[in-house]
């Protein structure tokens, strides 16, 4: 296996992983999630519970995703969410290191997404 090839499934994986245990804690019905989408969007618990719902099952789906065939633009909402689920955690009032602890998040599909697309 090439030195790319390793690179790539590094990333994949990390990626993977990253949605697919954030879709799980969603699915079971992490409660800080659950607080945090109603204080940021006023919705009600039983509507925010089932938002985490589609949110677990759309994030398990992006991991599965991610490992059987990338898409790029994809890898950027995947960036963007990543980026949006860490800077949540300061706009609910936890500190800017709990955000900054959370950059791979973000970071690794951005990586995923130009490896991808320095090959095209």
């Known amino acids: 296996m090439t030195n790319e090839k390793k690179i790539e499934w590094i990333l994949k994986v990390g990626v993977a ?11 079971l019905g992490k409660a800080d999630w659950i607080k945090w989408t109603e204080q940021l969007t006023g ?3 039983a509507t925010a519970t089932i938002f985490m719902t589609i949110v ?10 991610v490992l059987w065939k990338p ?11 990543g980026f949006w689920t860490a800077l949540v955690r300061p ?3 936890l500190p800017i290191w709990d955000f900054i602890e959370r950059f791979a998040n973000w970071a690794a599909p951005l ?4 490896f991808y ?3 095209n």
């Open 71 to 81: 898409i790029t633009p994809v890898l950027l909402w995947m960036a963007f969410w």
């Open 17 to 27: 992983g990253e949605f697919l245990g954030h879709g799980v804690f969603a699915l």
């Open 43 to 45: 919705l009600d618990t």
């Open 91 to 93: 706009l609910v009032g």
């Open 56 to 65: 677990g099952v759309m994030d398990i789906l992006l991991a599965i995703l």
């Open 117 to 119: 697309k320095n090959k």
């Open 111 to 114: 990586a995923l997404y130009f």
